[in-house]
């Protein structure tokens, strides 16, 4: 009898413990899977948060766009740099220190912490992107020369005003950087101060 009873009481505490590795199994199998809800929610809240803030963006330049019917205007748009707390992520990571390629089409890149109204939107006839910056940066120039600014000068100006980002600060961005392209004069990979200039 006494047998028995023991034999039951094992029995009990198998089927016992074999409940609970399952109950186990299933509760990590859900917690598995809020996590995973959790990441996706995350991810889709900052694509909201990028897209409407690149929408902001956007439309802001697009107002500045339609104003910029004379050079002082032209000069605003095209000196329109969203940065500090008008950064986007657009890497969607969290911060906006990256460099990113895929606002400009995947093979030039930029700090999501310096984004141009000439990289955003159309403006003066021309697609967003480098055609549109080298033409803000001609016009910027004959806009200083015209206010009796020398060479130095303009050049000074260009450099207080066109900024690459944070990012920048990094050796491997830079080649692919739309500052690289704009004002590598010596194809170095980078730019050095005096190569940021009017000419």
């Known amino acids: 009898m006494k047998q028995k009873g023991i034999e039951m009481a094992i029995q009990v505490f198998i089927v016992l413990f074999v409940l609970l590795a399952v109950a186990m199994l299933?509760?990590?199998?859900?917690?598995q899977q809020f996590v995973q809800q959790q990441k996706q929610v995350e991810?889709?809240?900052?694509?909201?948060?990028?897209?409407?803030k690149l929408q902001a963006m956007r439309n802001e330049c697009n107002q500045l766009c339609a104003q910029a019917n004379n050079e002082i205007g032209q000069a605003n748009f095209c000196l329109?740099?969203?940065?500090?707390?008008?950064?986007?992520?657009?890497?969607?990571?969290?911060?906006?220190t990256n460099l990113d390629k895929e606002l400009l089409g995947?093979?030039?890149?930029?700090?999501?912490?310096s984004i141009y109204c000439?990289?955003?939107v159309e403006c003066f006839g021309t697609s967003p992107g480098m055609e549109s910056m080298q033409k803000c940066v001609t016009r910027l120039c004959n806009l200083w020369a015209k206010q009796g600014l020398n060479a130095e000068e303009r050049s000074?100006?260009?450099?207080?005003?066109?900024?690459?980002?944070?990012c920048y600060d990094d050796p491997k961005n830079r080649p692919s950087h739309w500052y690289t392209m704009l004002f590598d004069k010596d194809k170095s990979g980078s730019v050095e101060p005096d190569e940021v200039g009017c000419q």
């Not at 299933?26 to 917690?31: A, G, N, W």
Request: proline share 2%.
């Open 26 to 31: 299933v509760l990590q199998m859900v917690s």
């Open 43 to 52: 991810e889709q809240r900052r694509k909201q948060a990028r897209d409407e």
């Open 80 to 96: 329109k740099r969203f940065s500090g707390n008008d950064a986007v992520d657009l890497t969607l990571d969290g911060t906006t």
């Open 106 to 113: 995947g093979a030039i890149g930029v700090c999501e912490d």
């Open 118 to 120: 000439s990289q955003l």
């Open 156 to 166: 000074a100006h260009l450099f207080d005003y066109m900024k690459p980002g944070t």
